[in-house]
């Protein structure tokens, strides 16, 4: 019985597999439409807005960057996202096909954002350290064209099979391994349309913003039926708008049903980001 949709066959499970356990990170270059991204950036900017407005909100990850999470029914074209091929395609070949999507947010250095110290976004579980089997994955999807000037995301490809002591749940390097990090660093540079996925574990970090231009980028944590990121994440949903959404993307959400949708107050603080990088 071949359990993968029939949207998922489009793309080729051993190649997604094998960027994903081999660099960390996979990209599809124009998955949508530049039109498309323009609404999505309005919606970023209204949410940051009103996230500023509440404590716990819109939560630091280093100077002049915050990272906030939001309904997925606040970003307007949510259920494009969900129902991407390609990102159906990356969540059943790595995640299997009971994957559930626990988390959307958005991440924006703003001008003035420093370098950021490496790391990886949360623990190691066994699924990995003992299964060497990624569990989770997190989805990005960029509301600019990047230049080099605004800071890009820069990863250290292979590092997410990386064991270091030293360090809370394993997700600061000690600083004696950074030229690690260093010698195999990537910039990404990610255009209007362009979606990636990587597993959150890989070593990476935000670099110094020196533009005079945000550098908004969306985020869709995706869990394996196994994992439990969710329970750092507050995915809310009103009945309406679940009712009205297709059995593909209902049925691979984890949510907390709600009257009225609520600014989202964030529990998942990386104290260590608020360190300077030196």
């Not at 960029?142 to 394993?170: H, N």
């Not at 009205?244 to 949510?255: G, K, N, S, T």
């Amino acid at each position: 019985m071949n359990l993968m949709s029939s949207a998922a066959q489009t793309y080729d499970p051993a190649q997604i597999m094998g960027g994903l356990y081999g660099d960390g990170i996979i990209g599809l270059k124009g998955a949508f439409a530049r039109e498309w991204v323009e609404g999505l950036r309005e919606d970023i900017e209204i949410l940051f807005a009103e996230a500023q407005q509440v404590p716990g909100g819109a939560l630091p990850r280093g100077p002049q960057r915050f990272y906030v999470e939001v309904p997925p029914e606040r970003i307007r074209d949510f259920v494009d996202i969900a129902t991407h091929p390609w990102f159906v395609a990356v969540c059943e070949a790595v995640l299997g096909p009971e994957y559930k999507i626990v988390e959307v947010g958005f991440d924006i250095p703003f001008p003035g954002a420093a370098d950021q110290p490496w790391h990886r976004d949360f623990f190691v579980p066994e699924a990995t350290t003992k299964g060497r089997r990624l569990n989770s994955l997190a989805f990005n999807i960029t509301a600019v064209d990047t230049i080099p000037e605004m800071g890009p995301f820069e990863v250290a490809p292979g590092t997410q099979w990386d064991q270091f002591e030293g360090c809370s749940k394993g997700m600061f390097p000690p600083k004696d391994l950074w030229p690690r990090y260093v010698e195999r660093a990537v910039q990404k540079m990610p255009q209007m349309g362009d979606i990636s996925a990587r597993s959150a574990l890989t070593i990476h970090r935000g670099t110094a913003n020196r533009s005079n231009q945000a550098r908004p980028v969306l985020v869709v944590g995706v869990d394996a039926a196994d994992a439990t990121n969710a329970q750092h994440h507050d995915l809310q949903v009103t009945r309406p708008y679940l009712d009205a959404l297709p059995a593909q993307v209902r049925d691979h959400l984890i949510y907390r049903e709600v009257d009225t949708l609520e600014t989202v107050v964030q529990h998942h603080t990386i104290e260590g980001l608020l360190e300077p990088a030196y």
